[in-house]
């Protein structure tokens, strides 16, 4: 692992955090529109938290992990999950962004380990697929001239 490459993905990974959360969130604001529980966290306090566990893990050359960062924020994975559902805007964005560091770093796995079949693992059960869809509809109009002149041209292939 290249730690100043990693540690220069961080610093904008926080930047980008910074530039995007406010500082003044109402954590005191219902987590559902019918009502509920407070937030735990503000999307600025979860970006910080999140920036902290990235730079441990260049620091101790550990590898970005969703269970890492939810024990970080002291969270369970169904709860960030739970998160990623939320009505705030900001708080998907921030939670969103932290398993895009997380995906990225599994990519970079991908691409320098001798068997990367962990990483695809992974990658996989986080929603990414190897297999290539092809939609096709079969309900092709075409016109009655068209028909006759693919008629034509299979009554000439076969003389």
């Known amino acids: 692992m290249d730690r100043a490459y990693f540690n220069w993905v961080v610093d904008h990974f926080e930047a980008d955090m910074y530039e ?3 500082k003044a969130f109402n954590k005191r604001s219902s987590v559902s529109k019918q009502g509920g529980r407070p937030y735990l966290y503000s999307p600025r306090e979860i970006g910080e938290t999140m920036v902290r566990h990235f730079r441990d893990c260049v620091k ?5 992990t969703i269970t890492g960062l939810c024990l970080q924020l002291g969270i369970s994975r169904q709860g960030m999950f ?13 939670i969103k962004k932290g398993r895009m560091m997380v995906e990225f770093y599994l990519e970079m796995q ?7 079949a962990f990483a695809i693992f992974i990658l996989k059960n986080m929603g990414w697929s190897d297999k290539r869809i092809v939609k096709t509809e079969a309900n092709a109009r075409i016109s009655d001239k068209e028909k006759i002149e693919a008629r034509n041209r299979i ?3 076969k003389n």
Do not use: M
């Not at 101790?60 to 970005?64: E, V």
């Not at 739970?82 to 921030?94: H, Y």
């Not at 991908?110 to 990367?116: E, S």
């Open 20 to 22: 995007t959360t406010k």
């Open 82 to 94: 739970k998160i990623k559902k939320s009505p705030n805007d900001e708080l998907v964005d921030i």
């Open 110 to 116: 991908l691409t320098l380990a001798p068997n990367p």
């Open 60 to 64: 101790y050359n550990q590898p970005f």
């Open 155 to 157: 009554n000439n292939l």
